[in-house]
Antibody, heavy 122, light 113 residues
Framework: EVQLLESGGDLVQPGGSLRISCAAS????????MIWVRQAPGKGLEWVSG????????HYADSVKGRFTISRDNSKNTVDLQMSSLRAEDTAVYYC???????????????WGQGTLVTVSS | DIVMTQSPDSLAVSLGERATLNCKSS????????????MSWYQQRPGQPPKLLIY???TRESGVPDRFSGSGHGTDFTLTISSLQAEDVAIYYC?????????FGPGTRVDIK
């Protein structure tokens, strides 16, 4: 069974930094692209960032480009999102998600974690 | 960017009745290498993460009840719930993963009438 467990969400001041992480299990982690999607309180879903199983193919939403960095450690089955210069509008539940197929993938999400809440406020 | 819009914003349907949800993209969603639209539907129940229902526009994910079906091509896609059940109360999102940036629709809320 696929399991994705996010951690690291916290209250942080505007302009601050935070690193959130996702621990994966139940599948061959290194073979699948991984994705971060966020959801502001009471709002819809926004794709944030993704990367291939080999760490390539990195891309970001324009709203976070230059401020967020995605990375993965295939030896630990983890994917991280380093967030800096945080703004109030970054407040959201951040979901870790997995691509449906292995390899270069389709960027089609078939599994989601429960999410971790990041609150940016003074 | 491909902008996804959904209609209606919300709908209330009686138990056992049909619900039809629409999704329209601002540009035709390209086919992938399998000649499929990378277009999917997700269900999000209150307090839960989204759940994949339909992918490639019309392929039902394993374990999803057959009352859920997807159709459409190009710019217009539809999710149909043939006989609404109480557990179907949720927000439904369409999503395109064919063209970056990958985008979601704003969602359609489904309730029981």
């Amino acid at each position: 069974e696929v399991q994705l467990l996010e951690s690291g969400g916290d209250l942080v001041q505007p302009g601050g930094s935070l690193r959130i992480s996702c621990a994966a299990s139940g599948f061959k982690f290194s073979s699948f692209a991984m994705i971060w999607v966020r959801q502001a309180p009471g709002k819809g879903l926004e794709w944030v960032s993704g990367l291939f199983g080999n760490g390539g193919g990195i891309h970001y939403a324009d709203s976070v480009k230059g401020r967020f960095t995605i990375s993965r450690d295939n030896s630990k089955n983890t994917v991280d999102l380093q967030m800096s210069s945080l703004r109030a509008e970054d407040t959201a539940v951040y979901y870790c998600a997995k691509d449906r197929v292995s390899g270069d993938g389709e960027w089609l999400i078939d599994s989601w974690g429960q999410g971790t809440l990041v609150t940016v406020s003074s | 960017d491909i902008v996804m819009t959904q209609s209606p914003d919300s709908l209330a349907v009686s138990l056992g009745e049909r619900a039809t949800l629409n999704c329209k993209s601002s540009q035709s969603i390209p086919y992938n290498s399998n000649r499929k639209h990378c277009m999917s539907w997700y269900q999000q129940r209150p307090g839960q993460p989204p759940k994949l229902l339909i992918y490639w526009g019309s392929t039902r994910e394993s374990g999803v009840p057959d009352r859920f079906s997807g159709s459409g091509h190009g710019t217009d896609f539809t999710l149909t719930i043939s006989s609404l059940q109480a557990e179907d109360v949720a927000i439904y999102y369409c999503h395109q993963c064919s063209s970056r940036p990958f985008t979601f629709g704003p969602g359609t809320r489904v309730d029981i009438k």
